[in-house]
């Protein structure tokens, strides 16, 4: 791939960096002999990546026997699948999400992924606050061409909040993904800049839109503001979008613009390989910082897919499965075999001196451990990744105490660059980290 | 009628299929609309109340600029712009005309005149795109695109004011009542004519409001619009994916889904419209509406033409109403089996307005296998109809649901499951019936069905669901809608005239504390 040094490059690298901050995407010619920093010593960008599964696993067969790191520890039957990727995993077991289980399933998944208890009444539940992606993307999403992404292997609603009764849908059709990252607004490495008149006065129109939106905020009700407010926070990250058309393309060295997916049909009911289609599309939109908090759905709480050779759906199986769950345990695999094609995916796109999972997390998570009582205790947790070392890998850890879930939730925001306070609110809360994940 | 405390207003975000119409409507049919918004969520059972909670996403944004400038190229292309807009401009940039433009087309945009400030806003937006692009069209293209990502259009904005008739503390202004009424009874923004009323003040008057009541339902977009109602009731949105295991269900395929939701709406419009009659028939009736996909499942003759034929079930037929379709039995089901909870779940939830807690966490739920002893559902979820902890709500449930076991997780008939005969007799608070069309009889006279389904409009009109105070003005409303023989128009008159649709409160109140 030629590419040639524009003319911001050379004056960047000229000035060495520092005098002329210009928030320039990093540049891959640009990068110091090893490959893991950029001349001027910045950092390559650190992401914050979910995949989530719906109702979760059986611990029995999900905890390793042994705790330690490396060879002290060995996977366990429903883990086999992630054995090509051990030494890059951490399995915390033995968790526990601290909320009231008032709510099958969504309890867990706003008490692990926000640390708060849902609220809301019957039938009507949400969400108190958001999900740590969009804590994080408040944190770390405001250098990229999205703060944040959703995607989905089914169409379904998402598992990502920017507070109550605030969704994040995801995208679940490759083609659909494709042409939002990669179709009109993107340019790859080495292409020119968009330059379009067009771009401004887009721009002039969405502050016409807020100044609207702003007036109309005055005259509602306190429930409404906060909509508006989110509103009003759409519009301003497009705003930024369009405004970073004009700025020269992101320039990581494995960044090229991808294949065009097939369009839905192909897949028909098959999630498994339309999934697989969808990883190597958010490996490519990570590896062109398109964005830095990725959440991928492979289903939702409830989910009642019915996975090959599997004789019912996945949800309906978990209630009125008899002991062993046979049919539970099975789909489990299959969840794990497709968490392993995640990361690996991730783990192809070569990135400094290793690949791109050296500067990442994945929180592979779902909203109960035992789905069958809705369990909260023994909630599965695997990370994979080092996000950039500052966690270990190849470890299994036990905790032999039950500890608050949201300490592995504080550890990942440290990870990522972010110093809270606290994670979580109320008997969920916790000030402390899981020290023994962190390098 | 007794006196109502309305609730404070709120927001309600456009539904897709809102959105769609409405465009529809400004620009004239054949307009693309492309992508989606943020799909519509469903809160109480309703997407209409979903609406007035949910914001719109950062992606929902983001598409909805994409799609507003798609939308605002083709309404401008020339063979289009003639019908919206009003001048033949002087130059590249004119001024005067695109600000004509944005008042008269904003106007329809935002269900509301613009103010002179708004006005200026837009329109000095698109004269400087004009200049930019030279082309004074090109340039209302982004009037267009700003009129339709405006808060004003994307949420209906009914805030209320004061009541200076004093008939109400604070009511809808005219305006507001425009949008109600066309959003309610045809599903989209309000015509011309209805703007019109609102401007001449006759929305706030009975008789003005009655008669735009009148003009709308009399029209056969009504037919369209009430129609969108009857399938949030139903929570149809739920068939889009519908999936069953195509081992087990060969009658399975991609289309299933939407013929068994045009099944039950074409039934709707007959028995509702077509028939003006007893809506209570949606339960009983024999008549209904099959294409040959439908028609291979339920083994009945097909029709000779590609598309619906309506058709008859023999009287000796268990299959009857709504509840002898796929929207219902299928959608109320696993991908591979039944399911009496769901059924009952639903007719519980949907027809009598049940409020069923959810499950407790940390129970065992399994239902036990098939063994020798205990083969069919009904055998098997005995530990649920026994067990204290579960019967107080599974009793509830089961026992309706089992009535329907006579059809299979896809809607086909049956009479024997694992060999043994089917007994689908059982009792619906306190009425004892042999079968599902014995059921279907009982649902039809229970004393909650017509009140649920007056309360249910009420909900889906306001946008929210209804509140201590407001309780026995729903009850009036039950009461009309079976003293003049539970018929739909007769409802939406009442309500509609009704404080219930007219009256709220500023915003913020809690009506709860202003007694």
């Known amino acids: ?439 | 009628m007794p006196a109502v405390n309305p609730e404070a207003p709120t927001l309600r975000r456009l539904t897709n299929e809102q959105f769609r119409n409405t465009v529809d409507d400004l620009f004239g049919t054949g307009i693309v609309v492309p992508g989606e918004l943020d799909p519509d969520e469903r809160f109480d059972g309703l997407l209409a109340l979903g609406a007035a909670r949910t914001a719109y996403s950062p992606r929902g944004i983001e598409n909805i600029e994409s799609s507003a400038y798609l939308i605002a190229e083709q309404a401008l292309a020339p063979d289009r712009r003639d019908a919206i807009v009003p001048c033949t401009p002087t130059g590249t940039v004119d001024s005067d005309c695109s600000a004509r433009f944005v008042t008269e087309f904003g106007r329809r945009a935002w269900r509301r005149p613009l103010t002179n400030d708004e006005v200026t806003r837009i329109s000095t937006v698109a004269d400087s795109a004009a200049g930019t692009l030279g082309d004074f069209h090109d340039g209302l293209e982004f009037a267009v695109a700003a009129l339709l990502q405006a808060p004003d259009f994307l949420f209906r904005v009914e805030l209320g004011e004061v009541d200076p008739d004093g008939t109400f503390g604070h009511r809808y202004t005219g305006w507001e009542m425009a949008s109600r009424l066309s959003f309610l009874l045809w599903n989209t923004t309000p015509d011309d004519e209805l703007l019109d009323a609102a401007e001449r003040g006759d929305l706030t008057t009975e008789d003005g409001l009655l008669a735009q009541t009148e003009r709308l339902m009399a029209s056969p977009r009504a037919t369209d619009g009430l129609t969108a109602f009857f399938n949030d009731w139903m929570r149809f949105s739920e068939l889009d994916d519908l999936y069953k295991e195509p081992l087990v269900f060969p009658h399975m395929s991609d289309t299933l889904g939407a013929s068994a939701v045009e099944e039950s709406e074409r039934l709707f419009k007959l028995v509702a419209f077509d028939a003006g009659g007893d809506l209570r028939d949606l339960l009983t009736s024999r008549q209904t509406f099959v294409d040959r996909e439908l028609a291979a499942l339920y083994d009945v003759p097909a029709p000779v033409r590609d598309g619906f034929a309506a058709m008859q079930h023999p009287e000796d037929s268990l299959r009857r109403g709504l509840l002898g379709h796929a929207s219902f039995l299928a959608s109320n089901a696993h991908p591979v089996s039944t399911s009496a909870t769901l059924r009952g779940k639903f007719i519980r939830e949907v027809f009598l307005c049940a409020e069923l807690p959810g499950p407790p966490s940390g129970v065992d739920t399994s239902i036990p296998p098939v063994t020798e002893q205990a083969r069919t559902l009904r055998e098997r979820v005995q530990q649920h109809l026994t067990d204290p902890s579960c019967a107080s709500c599974h009793r509830n449930m089961d026992l309706v649901g089992l009535a329907f076991e006579n059809f299979d997780g896809i809607a086909r008939y049956r009479t024997t499951e694992e060999g043994v005969t089917i007994d689908s007799s059982g009792e619906l608070d306190g009425v004892a019936f042999d079968d599902a069309a014995g059921l279907a009889d009982a649902l039809r006279e229970h004393e909650d069905l017509g009140p649920c389904i007056a309360m249910t409009l009420a909900r889906y009109a306001n946008g929210y669901r209804e509140h201590l105070g407001q309780l026995e003005a729903l009850g009036w409303l039950g009461e009309e809608f079976a003293l003049q023989g539970y018929a739909l128009e007769p409802l939406v008159l009442e309500l509609t005239a009704s404080p219930l649709f007219r009256a709220t409160n500023p915003v913020d109140t809690d009506p709860l504390e202003v007694e």
């Open chain 1, 1 to 439: 791939m030629a590419r040639s040094l524009d003319r911001r490059t050379v004056l960047k690298g000229l000035l060495g960096g520092a005098a002329i901050s210009i928030g320039l995407p990093p540049l891959e010619a640009m990068l110091d002999a090893s490959g893991t920093a950029y001349a001027d010593g910045g950092a390559l960008p650190r992401r914050f990546v979910t995949f989530f599964w719906g109702n979760g696993m059986i611990p029995e067969r999900w905890t390793p026997s042994a705790f330690g790191a490396g060879d002290e520890w060995e996977l366990s039957e429903q883990l086999l699948p992630l054995a090509s990727i051990k030494h890059r995993i951490a399995v915390i077991t033995g968790t526990e999400v601290r909320v009231p289980n008032r709510i099958p399933h969504f309890s867990g998944m706003g008490g692990l992924l926000c640390g708060l208890d849902p609220i809301g009444e019957e039938g009507n539940w949400t969400v108190a606050g958001p999900t740590i992606d969009q804590i994080l993307a408040q944190e770390i999403g405001g250098e990229t061409r999205f703060r944040s992404l959703e995607v989905g292997s089914r169409p379904g609603d998402g598992v990502s909040f920017n507070g109550p009764n605030s969704r994040n849908p995801f995208e679940a059709s490759p083609r659909a993904f494709f042409n939002r990252i990669f179709g009109e607004g993107f340019t790859a490495p080495g292409e020119e800049p968009i330059l379009d008149p067009k771009i401004g006065l887009r721009r002039s129109v969405l502050d016409a839109v807020m100044e609207q939106t702003a007036q109309l905020e005055s005259r509602v009700g306190t429930a409404d503001q906060q909509r508006l407010d989110q509103h009003l926070s759409g519009i301003r990250d497009l705003e930024l979008r369009l405004q970073r058309m004009e700025d020269d393309p992101p320039n990581l060295a494995s960044c090229e613009r991808p294949d065009e997916p097939p369009t839905d049909d192909t897949w028909g009911n098959n999630i498994i390989e339309r999934g697989r289609v969808m990883h190597d599309l958010v490996a490519m939109a990570l590896a062109c910082d398109q964005t830095r908090v990725l959440t991928y759905a492979h289903t939702m709480p409830v989910d009642n897919y019915v996975y090959p050779g599997i004789p019912d759906g996945h949800h309906r199986l978990t209630h009125d499965e008899p002991e062993p769950q046979e049919g539970v345990h099975g789909v489990t695999l299959q969840i794990m075999e497709e968490f392993a094609h995640f990361v690996q995916a991730l783990d192809a796109i070569p990135e400094g001196d290793g690949t791109m999972l050296d500067n990442l997390v994945v929180l592979g998570t779902s909203e109960v451990s035992e789905a069958r009582t809705h369990s909260l205790e023994e909630i599965p947790i695997v990370l994979a990744g080092s996000a950039c070392g500052f966690l270990k890998q190849d470890i299994h850890y036990r905790s032999s105490t039950r500890e608050n879930a949201s300490k592995v939730m504080l550890s990942l925001m440290r990870a990522m660059g972010t110093n809270p306070a606290a994670f979580g609110e109320g008997d969920a809360m916790s000030t402390d980290s899981l020290g023994d994940i962190e390098a």
